[in-house]
């Protein structure tokens, strides 16, 4: 499930990438992403640290993308917010484990599904660009339940 922080996130991002390559205060995207404008700093220092943004301080300090809005999909966010996007350790790309309650893998009677779910939101999540996004009209889109 996508946790309210990734939400944040996307929707700043969205924002960003709608303000063609202008940088943004944090306070705007606070109230364009309608997101508490502390949890949205924090998760966009998340988002600098993995340089998905750039950050300028100052007076007329903001954000701006760190790359063009057509290389940054909506996977790469949620991976750098909420970690892999496998609903099992045991089918994850990037996070691969042995769940810790399964006896064997090659004989696990859930893993086929869970490899099929993954592949599939993979697929969806690395096609959606920012720039995909910031192209849909209405904000309400991008107010994901």
């Not at 996508?2 to 990438?17: F, M, N, T």
């Not at 988002?47 to 790359?67: E, M, P, Q, T």
């Not at 996070?95 to 859930?110: G, V």
């Not at 599904?113 to 592949?119: F, H, K, V």
């Amino acid at each position: 499930m996508l946790s309210q922080k990734a939400r944040y996130g996307l929707r700043a991002l969205v924002e960003l990438a709608r303000a063609g390559g202008g940088q943004v205060t944090s306070g705007e995207l606070a109230i364009r992403a309608d997101a508490p404008r502390k949890f949205l700093e924090a998760i966009l220092l998340e988002l600098a640290r993995n340089k998905v943004v750039v950050s300028k301080r100052g007076k007329f300090g903001g954000y701006l993308l760190g790359r063009p809005a057509a290389e940054i999909s909506f996977a790469e966010v949620i991976r750098i917010i909420d970690g892999p996007l496998a609903l099992a350790p045991c089918v994850s790309r990037l996070s691969f484990r042995k769940c810790d309650d399964c006896p064997d893998l090659a004989t696990c009677s859930l893993r086929e599904a869970l490899l099929r779910a993954r592949d599939a939101t993979s697929d969806v999540l690395e096609g959606y660009s920012l720039a995909e996004a910031a192209a849909c009209e209405g904000a309400e889109v991008f107010k994901l339940a």
